[in-house]
């Protein structure tokens, strides 16, 4: 045999069979039952989605939109008012969607685009995500779609009624109101 003993050849020992081999049996439970549930969790082993909703408490949401825009401030309070846990998601989401709005298009022109959104969901009291988007969406197509100035020229006896030339010649076409011809 050699001049080792089996205890410094043996496995390392873990504390539980320390605490076994020293005679504890009731602290080795104790410490057995504490470990049953808890999860080991190490955030850089995350992907960034995972780390963002672990990181995600409604202080910080909070603190976030306050960053962003005041109306959505309030949008969150309304929100967590309401029911908390049931919300964080959203309001991930739409912040989200806001840091995205203002990355694309700055932030004076995404503040005003972010309001009116804002404005229309309480309007309809739909507060969903995708919504969220498709309103921000729509508002980015519209400034880039400017809308041709025109003018819409009546008719002096009839207001329904359109003339098909420009505005210059209203003296020129003919009145077909009855009203304008009767002398009283």
Do not use: W
Request: proline fraction near 5%; aromatic fraction near 8%.
């Amino acid at each position: 045999m050699s001049r080792r003993s089996r205890s410094s050849t043996a496995a390392p020992c873990s504390s539980i069979q320390r605490q076994a081999a020293a005679g504890n049996a009731e602290q080795v439970e104790r410490v057995e039952l504490e470990m049953i549930g808890k999860r080991i969790k190490i955030d850089a082993h995350f992907p960034p989605a995972s780390q963002a909703y672990y990181e995600a408490t409604p202080q910080k949401l909070l603190s976030q939109s306050r960053f962003i825009h005041p109306e959505l401030n309030r949008l969150f309070v309304d929100l967590f008012n309401a029911d908390i846990f049931g919300n964080i998601r959203r309001c991930q989401g739409f912040v989200s969607r806001c840091t995205k709005e203002i990355n694309l298009s700055g932030h004076e022109l995404a503040n005003e685009r972010i309001a009116a959104a804002i404005a229309s969901m309480r309007r309809y009291n739909k507060f969903r995500v995708p919504y969220f988007k498709a309103l921000l969406d729509q508002a980015r197509k519209q400034a880039l779609k400017p809308q041709a100035e025109r003018e819409i020229v009546r008719r002096p006896g009839n207001p329904m009624l359109r003339y098909a030339s420009a505005a210059g010649d209203i003296g020129s076409a003919p009145s077909t109101s009855t009203q304008e011809t009767l002398d009283l």
